[in-house]
């Protein structure tokens, strides 16, 4: 059985991602597998810092939006709960100069309360750029 909801389709996540942050960054989500969550963004002006590399923030950014996602798509559409950012941390081991980064999120724990996420970003060639670690609260939907 899949972690997510068949409804939680790449459509589906980027038509809700396309007027907000997702969109203006150029966010999209490329897979929802079995257990497995993959979108993907531009590293170009939009993304880089001063000095032409990826903006540590923007991986931060795409992490976050993966994972938040994801946590939505477990709890499925019309849920009373929504998952919302509780704690995320980041180790940027490599940048990045053009192309896309890839954000693969996998979950490490899916409870009635938090669900934690694994998300690595890696370049199209498959270079590790960030290793990120979220962990959403599940709470109940706002009226």
Known sequence: ?????????????NLAGRDCMPGYLGMECLEVGEDVLRMRM??????????GLLHGGASVALGETAGGVASMAVLGPGSAHIGV????????????RAGFVIATCRPLHL???THVWD???????GRLVSVIRLTNAIVPRPA
């Not at 531009?42 to 000095?51: E, F, G, K, L």
């Open 1 to 13: 059985m899949s972690t997510f909801h068949p409804a939680f389709t790449p459509d589906t996540i």
């Open 42 to 51: 531009p590293v170009d002006a939009r993304t880089h810092q001063p000095h």
């Open 85 to 96: 950012g509780l704690e995320i941390n980041a180790n940027h081991v490599r940048s990045a």
């Open 111 to 113: 409870g009635r309360n």
């Open 119 to 125: 998300i690595r970003v890696e370049t199209e060639d």
